[in-house]
């Protein structure tokens, strides 16, 4: 991408490997328990749920949780199966979002409703779900029930809201942003407050690392909303294109045609109906998201809401711990250039 | 159908009546909690829930909470919201049912899938079913959260396993018990279970109840397993021969199977593999689970079931609601003939 160069910090290249050397030795704890806790008697269950979970995903996630317990010095260990909660429930929605966005390509590799089908995708993501859910009882907190099963049920919702969305151009910015707040930043947001719970920190502080991960959340949504307007498709491990050809009502598509008029309203019009997908629509497509500065705008968007993560950790001690987890938003919003 | 009657109690006509009577107030504010627990911003969630949770279905499983606290005495309200959950874990696992399966039609009406799509069905499950633990957690039992994220997880692991088991005409009659007894007995027992936890009562009289829902809704599962090869399509208001078109491997067809030999067991491999599935292939399949006996078989392990689930109750006084319960068991077990 040819956008300019504008970063939060003064760092010369964020990067997500603070973090995630931060929380290694915890992680193999958590790689532990998702690995112990996928097996089932039932052999597609670890099969199916462990082509998606060993696929190369980053562990975004489970990786707040555990950064969030540095930051707070919690010297526990519940923390590491809240961690597998988090990821099983992710994992569930990606299962489920493969299905119900017919996608046959993630991170790179063939999603499992490719090689398994659409059934075993579904009732397999509802096994992690209900895993989820064992787990968490095992844990025994009210309080982390609570806040995963409120999250669970916000992004059940978020995911109708953009369903229903699909192909409607009247979509505004502000609905866009429930929708992304709901199905991408309920979850970030949980991943990180559930630290705070289980560290018997403060109601503050709890929020506090709520707000991290739900401003970190759509800041990562925005991104990812972006590079599918970016041209190069090998970015994400998906392709570029998807969400335009499929009439997703993202953000640089809200822009752009909020700022266009005559015949590029028309062209919009056409092509969230669906009648102009080729890829020299896809082509003229991201002419306009440039032209009009929908895509410099989404991710000053994106910086915006990064700028709101980082700062909301402004309340605890400086430190590594939180050094990490800042630079974690740099490098997110860093992701499209 | 011509199988003979065989009852297992004295009465002339064993009927649901009772059970319906005795829990109607009750069950009237179960229905307040699931149409306000089901609602939503987002308007297709409330929308296509209501679909499914008005369309008539007889609210056996809730019910079987409520009658299972009758029996105990008990005088609280938290079976109200509980009763709901249990609804709700049941919708959720109809709309991903009816997803896998394909299915068009379901008592009577068009599915939900059919109406909506299948991406809706899957999203809207997923609410469902967060909403369900959301209620579970307000209610605060860990005891019944683990009761009911258990049977969640089982009846997930039942699904996968019944979907691996399609157009295998090896599964065994043992296997299948497995399969159904996680799909669909494992909610009829947490059902009645938590009745006991909720009323305080003792383990003995927990997994009591929790004998009786398992074997009553091994005994249903059968019963409609058989209903599958009547010739009377109107009785479930779902297609006859939709299990044999699929090469669904259930009891009638496993005894049939394993009963035969030659030609016929050439015509089970033919028709389990899909190739032979049009109406005078099932006309002829009927012909078999009838000559070898495989259906009236598959009635009479639901009757022995269903008489398990009904001396279960033996350790409760007798009285109304243990007679409406043994009866709803009766009931359950004469609905083929």
């Known amino acids: 991408m040819s956008a300019t160069i504008h970063r939060i910090g003064a760092r010369p290249e964020p990067s997500l490997e603070p973090m995630i050397k931060m929380v290694a030795a915890d992680m193999n704890l958590v790689n532990s328990v998702i690995l112990d806790r996928m097996q089932s008697d039932v052999p597609l269950i670890p099969e199916l749920a462990g082509h998606l979970i060993a696929g190369g995903g ?17 010297s526990g260990n519940r923390h590491h199966k809240l961690a597998a909660v988090v990821e099983f429930i992710h994992t569930a929605t990606l299962l489920h979002d493969d299905v ?35 787990l968490m009882v095992e844990d025994g907190s009210l309080k982390v029930l609570k806040i995963l099963s409120n999250a669970s049920a916000v992004i059940a919702e ?55 991960g739900r401003n970190l ?48 309203r028309h062209f919009w019009r056409e092509a969230i109906a669906g009648r102009k997908i080729t890829d020299a629509d896809f082509a003229h497509a991201i002419e306009l998201v440039r032209s009009t500065r929908a895509l410099d ?8 809401f990064g700028q709101r993560a980082i700062d909301a950790l402004g309340i605890f001690p400086a430190g590594d711990a939180r050094d990490a987890m800042v630079q974690a938003v740099e490098f997110a919003v860093a992701r499209a250039y």
């Open 58 to 74: 980053k562990r975004m996630r489970p990786m707040l949780t555990l950064a969030s317990a540095k930051l707070l010095d919690y």
């Open 100 to 134: 119900v966005d017919g996608s046959d390509l993630r991170r790179g590799k063939r999603t499992a409703n490719i090689i398994w089908g659409n059934p075993a995708s579904v009732l397999v993501g509802d096994f992690l779900f209900s895993r989820s859910f064992e």
């Open 158 to 212: 978020g995911e109708v809201n953009q369903l229903t969305s699909v192909r409607r151009l009247d979509l505004t910015e502000e609905r866009y942003l429930d929708i992304i707040g709901a199905k991408t930043a309920a979850l970030f947001a949980a991943a990180c407050r559930i630290a705070a719970v289980v560290a018997e920190r403060s109601e503050t502080e709890e929020m506090a690392l709520d707000a991290y």
């Open 217 to 264: 959340g759509i800041a990562f949504q925005l991104i990812d909303d972006a590079i599918d307007y970016a041209s190069d498709a090998a970015t994400m491990g998906k392709d570029a294109g998807d969400d335009f050809r499929e009439g997703k009502m993202t953000l640089p598509v809200i822009l752009a045609y909020a700022r266009s008029e005559g015949e590029d």
């Open 297 to 304: 705008d989404t991710l000053a968007r994106a910086r915006h």
